[in-house]
């Protein structure tokens, strides 16, 4: 049992199109990171929120955007899909920013 | 900005043959170190961390890593692999103050034979 909880497991999406991941973080944790991991590759940092507010943002368009929810779950949203944006969307809860993350199993999207 | 390079991109072990894998990250500062681990068709788990104090650090199933500052790096280490240690390993840091983002390195993927 990953703690972290993240849905869809799966999503196809054509280009142009929106999509929204969600992810619920394990108990006791109130800061939710989100990242990219293409394939071959390791984890790209998207952006980390904490009371409800993003607080630290990676190298990612404004296409990507997060919210995060008073009961620390949150959602990633991505616009305007491209190719380039199919991989593994990972979520990571913690105790604190800074804390050792603890990962969910990720959203696999396919952009076609 | 910090960096992490593994130069291991895929290494390939039989059962009991003694393990390394190289982690070198770019930051002239203070820094918080992880290896991470993701078994097949499982979660990112966390490994081991260096956070302060003794430089050799003991992580779960007999692994270990040595952070050696002077050389900006951060080395897992397992004397004898058993097949169950097939998995991909990620290095990552975070620096400065630790409240920081961690970067991954683009992981190294292991693979033991029986």
């Known amino acids: 049992d990953a703690g972290v909880t993240q849905s869809p497991t799966h999503l196809i999406k054509t280009r142009g199109q929106q999509v929204t991941l969600r992810c619920s973080p394990k108990s006791g944790h109130d800061t939710v990171s989100w990242y990219q991991q293409a394939l071959g590759q390791g984890p790209q940092f998207i952006f980390q929120?904490?009371?409800?507010?993003?607080?630290q943002r990676g190298n990612f368009p404004d296409r990507f955007s997060g919210h995060q929810f008073p009961n620390y779950s949150s959602e990633l949203n991505v616009n305007a899909l491209l190719l380039g944006d199919s991989a593994l969307y990972l979520c990571?809860?913690?105790?604190?920013?800074?804390?050792?993350?603890?990962f969910g199993n990720g959203t696999r999207l396919t952009v076609t | 900005a910090q960096s992490v390079s593994q130069h291991n991109h895929h290494v390939i072990l039989s059962e009991a043959a003694s393990l390394e894998l190289g982690c070198n990250y770019s930051?002239?500062?203070?820094?918080?170190l992880f290896w991470y681990v993701q078994y097949p068709g499982q979660h990112l788990q966390l490994l081991l961390k260096y956070f302060s104090g003794d430089p050799l650090v003991k992580g779960i199933k007999g692994f270990e890593a040595e952070f050696i500052k002077s050389k900006f790096s951060f080395n897992l280490r397992k004397p004898s692999v058993q097949w169950s240690d097939t998995a991909e390993y990620f290095c990552?840091?975070?620096?400065?103050?630790?409240?920081?983002?961690?970067?991954f390195g683009s992981g190294t993927r292991l693979q033991v034979q029986p």
């Open positions: 990552a840091v975070n620096a400065g103050t630790g409240r920081r983002a961690l970067t």
């Open positions: 930051y002239g500062g203070t820094v918080n």
């Open positions: 929120y904490y009371e409800e507010e993003e607080r």
């Open positions: 990571a809860s913690s105790l604190a920013p800074g804390r050792p993350l603890h």
